[in-house]
Nanobody
Framework: QVRLVESGGGLVQAGGSLRLSCAAS????????MGWYRQAPGKQRELVAV???????NYADSVKGRFTISRHNAENTVYLQMNSLKPEDTAVYHC??????????????WGQGTQVTVSS
């Protein structure tokens, strides 16, 4: 089974920066989709950043110009660079990877989440 482990969350002042990491392990042959989601209490889960295997990236309007998704291919690691953080960015952030294993089975894996708290 493909497993994801997020790290890099924490407490930061408004205007500060954090970089989240999502390390994947398992028999990964191909990654087709890489995404970062977040969910705050009382709010719906939101897709904030996505990267496809062709290299195209898209962002939620609320984070455009501030967040950047990137990938380290050799390590199967996905990053989310978050700059100019705002209190409304406070949430639990989860990474999501979809693709195929070497046994030609599809996977859709989620990490346990990492807490990001932005203080005013």
């Amino acid at each position: 089974q493909v497993r994801l482990v997020e790290s890099g969350g924490g407490l930061v002042q408004a205007g500060g920066s954090l970089r989240l990491s999502c390390a994947a392990s398992g028999s990964i042959s191909r990654i087709n989709f890489m995404g970062w989601y977040r969910q705050a209490p009382g709010k719906q889960r939101e897709l904030v950043a996505v990267r496809f295997n062709g290299g195209n990236s898209n962002y939620a309007d609320s984070v455009k110009g501030r967040f950047t998704i990137s990938r380290h291919n050799a390590e199967n690691t996905v990053y989310l660079q978050m700059n100019s953080l705002k209190p409304e960015d406070t949430a639990v952030y989860h990474c999501n990877l979809r693709g195929s294993t070497w046994s030609r089975y599809d996977f859709n894996s989620w990490g346990q989440g990492t807490q990001v708290t932005v203080s005013s």
